[in-house]
């Protein structure tokens, strides 16, 4: 992760506003936390970086819940196995979906980590598109208001500090990625408890 943050540190860096979009489409979170920090250093403004954040965790939703649509269950057996998607997983989340529809994909969103077979099984069972796209932004701002905060926040500690220690911006980027994989870590339990 801390090897993966680096590159897209020095990708945001140099690219700016044109390179987060499609950052924050592919590795959202990690995108988030980085362009945060840069902004709280004044690289970016924080409103465009949130902005950016939401935008991309949309259309990455929008772009699975299309592909279970027009593909179904072939999805899950090609491309959706390379991804974690299985076919016992999309029918466990189909039952969630006839109960609560727009309720599963906020919860998904901002506290499992189940994203990616959720947004895929939406598009299979046919779940209302506008619907998946009005919880999908309730979830997104949630999530993406969080990881700004979080980056916001590690960068504005940096500044703060390099002042009294050199490599203090190493310590803030450790500190970073250890609350990021705790997060993630903890999004992997909660999703083992859903499907439970």
Do not use: N
């Not at 947004?119 to 932004?137: C, H």
């Not at 999530?143 to 190493?170: C, D, H």
């Amino acid at each position: 992760m801390e090897q993966t943050g680096q590159h897209i540190f020095e990708f945001l860096r140099h690219y700016g506003y044109w390179a987060m979009l499609p950052l924050m489409i592919i590795e959202g979170p990690i995108a988030t936390i980085i362009a945060a920090m840069l902004a709280s250093l004044g690289a970016f403004a924080w409103p465009m970086v949130l902005f950016f954040s939401i935008l991309g965790d949309i259309l990455g939703d929008v772009l699975l819940y299309g592909a279970g649509y027009r593909w179904g269950m072939g999805f899950v057996h090609g491309v959706g196995k390379y991804m974690g998607i299985t076919e016992a997983l999309v029918l466990k989340m189909e039952k969630y979906f006839e109960k609560h529809g727009g309720k599963t994909i906020f919860a998904v969103k901002s506290t499992t980590g189940l994203c990616w077979t959720t947004f895929a099984a939406a598009g299979i069972v046919k779940m209302d598109f506008k619907k998946f796209l009005k919880y999908s932004l309730l979830g997104g701002v949630v999530w993406s208001g969080f990881l700004v905060a979080m980056g916001y926040f590690y960068g504005f500690l940096w500044k703060e500090m390099k002042q009294y220690i050199s490599w203090v911006g190493w310590i803030i980027f450790v500190v970073a990625a250890i609350s990021f994989v705790i997060i993630t870590l903890y999004k992997k339990k909660q999703s083992e408890k859903f499907v439970e």
